[in-house]
């Protein structure tokens, strides 16, 4: 397994994803250590004791707490309806919290629209209807853009250097390819916002491990560059492996926290969530 080598090599400082005029403000992350503990140093981005549910019906989050530091790579699993979606809008604007707070960089983004969100450095990859299957490729990347009204050329080309088969079909219908392919058009039109913290739920959906390695592989050389994933993945033990920081939801609540490796090596996880 290749996770350990990941977590020891840490170390790039080209932040040019999001960063290509070098005038950005992100630092990025600079030496191998373990994620830090819970009550450490604040993370950059934080669902802070979270309660809440749809509308007025009853509260599927439960004083949930969900965080990433800058560069690093947090990953949430848990079983089916464990509310780990719900966390992801929660973190996102897309829920009214009954209690808790979200922060990034220390601001308090409670009260934000999720659009207004974006405007703060996040960028979100929902698990469903994540492209436009209608417009091109390259149509797709311009749509993540919207917000920007500076050259968004660079962007896109870095997004090309990425995903290299995305350049190849810039001119098909996302909708045209395959699964993986589609979610890489998902990923790279998040990261044409140049966002700190790109949030995504379930990125390997359905895609053969093949690919989903290959995803992981890109998603760290993101996280490389300085930007904090936070991400909900089904294939728990492979995600952990790439993790600095894991959650076990169950039933809204945090059921475990720790680095990715901790949770590995935990047996009651492992008994219960990774199949022993
Ligand atoms: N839009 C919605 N309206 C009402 N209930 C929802 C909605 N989306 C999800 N839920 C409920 O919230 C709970 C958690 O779902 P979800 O966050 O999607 O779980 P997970 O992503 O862990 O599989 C489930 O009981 C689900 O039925
Ligand atoms: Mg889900």
């Given at each position: 397994?290749?996770g350990?080598?990941?977590?020891?090599?840490?170390?790039?400082?080209?932040?040019?994803?999001?960063?290509?005029?070098?005038q950005?403000?992100?630092?990025?992350?600079?030496?191998?250590?373990e994620?830090?503990?819970?009550?450490?140093?604040?993370?950059?981005?934080?669902?802070?004791?979270?309660?809440?549910?749809?509308?007025s019906g009853a509260?599927?989050?439960?004083?949930?707490?969900?965080?990433?530091?800058?560069?690093?790579?947090?990953?949430?699993?848990?079983?089916?309806?464990?509310?780990?979606?719900?966390a992801?809008?929660?973190?996102?604007g897309m829920?009214?919290l009954?209690?808790?707070?979200?922060?990034?960089?220390?601001?308090?983004i409670?009260?934000l629209?999720?659009?207004?969100?974006?405007?703060?450095?996040?960028?979100?990859?929902?698990?469903?209807?994540?492209i436009f299957?209608?417009?091109?490729?390259?149509?797709?990347?311009?749509m993540?853009a919207?917000?920007?009204?500076?050259?968004i050329?660079?962007?896109?080309?870095?997004?090309?250097?990425?995903?290299?088969?995305?350049?190849?079909?810039?001119?098909?219908?996302a909708?045209?390819?395959?699964?993986?392919?589609?979610?890489?058009?998902?990923?790279?039109?998040?990261?044409?916002?140049?966002?700190?913290v790109?949030?995504?739920?379930?990125?390997?959906?359905?895609?053969?491990p093949?690919?989903?390695?290959?995803?992981?592989?890109r998603i760290?050389?993101?996280?490389?560059?300085?930007?904090?994933?936070?991400?909900?993945?089904?294939?728990?033990?492979?995600?952990?492996?790439?993790?600095?920081?894991?959650?076990?939801?169950?039933?809204?609540?945090?059921?475990y926290?720790?680095?990715?490796?901790?949770?590995l090596?935990?047996?009651?996880?492992?008994?219960s969530?990774?199949?022993?």
């Amino acid at each position: 397994m290749s996770g350990s080598a990941y977590q020891d090599d840490r170390g790039n400082k080209d932040r040019s994803i999001t960063n290509p005029e070098g005038q950005g403000t992100l630092t990025a992350y600079g030496k191998a250590t373990e994620a830090k503990p819970a009550g450490g140093e604040a993370p950059f981005l934080i669902g802070d004791s979270m309660t809440g549910g749809y509308g007025s019906g009853a509260d599927i989050l439960h004083d949930c707490t969900i965080a990433v530091e800058e560069g690093q790579i947090a990953v949430i699993v848990g079983p089916n309806g464990a509310g780990k979606s719900t966390a992801m809008k929660a973190v996102f604007g897309m829920l009214n919290l009954r209690q808790g707070t979200v922060r990034i960089g220390g601001r308090d983004i409670t009260d934000l629209t999720p659009q207004a969100r974006v405007a703060e450095g996040m960028a979100f990859v929902p698990q469903t209807s994540n492209i436009f299957t209608s417009l091109t490729v390259e149509e797709n990347l311009e749509m993540g853009a919207f917000l920007r009204r500076d050259d968004i050329r660079t962007t896109i080309d870095q997004v090309y250097d990425l995903f290299p088969i995305l350049k190849d079909k810039r001119r098909q219908a996302a909708g045209e390819l395959s699964g993986g392919q589609r979610q890489q058009v998902a990923v790279g039109r998040a990261l044409m916002t140049q966002p700190q913290v790109l949030m995504l739920d379930e990125p390997t959906a359905g895609v053969s491990p093949i690919v989903m390695d290959e995803l992981f592989d890109r998603i760290i050389e993101v996280a490389r560059t300085g930007i904090s994933i936070l991400m909900v993945e089904q294939n728990a033990r492979q995600a952990l492996e790439i993790a600095d920081r894991g959650y076990v939801l169950v039933q809204g609540s945090n059921a475990y926290t720790g680095t990715g490796k901790e949770l590995l090596a935990d047996d009651e996880v492992r008994r219960s969530f990774l199949g022993g």
